[in-house]
């Protein structure tokens, strides 16, 4: 069974970039970007967070972050990188960077996705054919609860925003 890895490091925004391309797409991604073949290997060794001697390169991640935007989504290791910027330094990059009205725009769509991942992972969860039947198991719970974590995140952006 998968280990659970703690929500917010950048192991967890590298499983979830994993999660969102794939083995083939993330391989692929980092011959794409940076024109040099990694194993898929390598990578889930620098997802592990028990794992000292494998941490993962600045590139690899801004290569898998790249595909993740091509595909649609929003880039994993940068929203973790933007987190630990704003957990440690207490300073808003963002904002400093962009007008307010874009940041506003793009937190309103982000807290939308992550309404649409907790829809998603609750009614999965609850569905009789899920593995835990109608009751939740620890990867069920594990996951609403990282949906609404985002949701949280996502909801204190804006009212930051708005304080502003």
């Known amino acids: 069974m998968t280990k659970l890895v703690p929500l917010r490091t950048i192991e967890h925004g ?38 000292d001697r494998h941490h993962i390169q600045f590139r690899y991640g801004v290569a ?28 808003d990059s963002l904002t400093r960077a962009r007008g307010v009205e874009s940041l506003v725009l793009h937190a309103v769509l982000s807290l939308q996705a992550a309404l649409g991942e ?20 620890n990867r069920e719970k ?5 949906a609404l974590d985002a949701i949280h995140n996502q909801a204190e952006t804006i009212k930051r925003m708005m304080a502003e």
């Open 64 to 91: 898998l972050d790249v595909a993740c935007e091509q595909a649609g989504q929003l880039p994993p290791l940068l929203e973790v990188h933007r987190y630990l910027i704003e957990r440690h330094s207490g300073v």
């Open 118 to 137: 907790l829809s998603e992972s609750v009614s999965g969860a609850l569905h009789a054919g899920s593995p835990g039947g109608v009751k939740l198991t």
């Open 142 to 146: 594990h996951e609403i609860h990282e």
């Open 14 to 51: 590298l499983r979830r970039a994993l999660a969102t391309l794939g083995d083939g797409g993330a391989q692929k991604a980092v011959q794409d970007v940076l024109g040099i073949k990694r194993s898929v290997s390598l990578l889930r060794k620098c997802a592990d967070p028990d794992d």
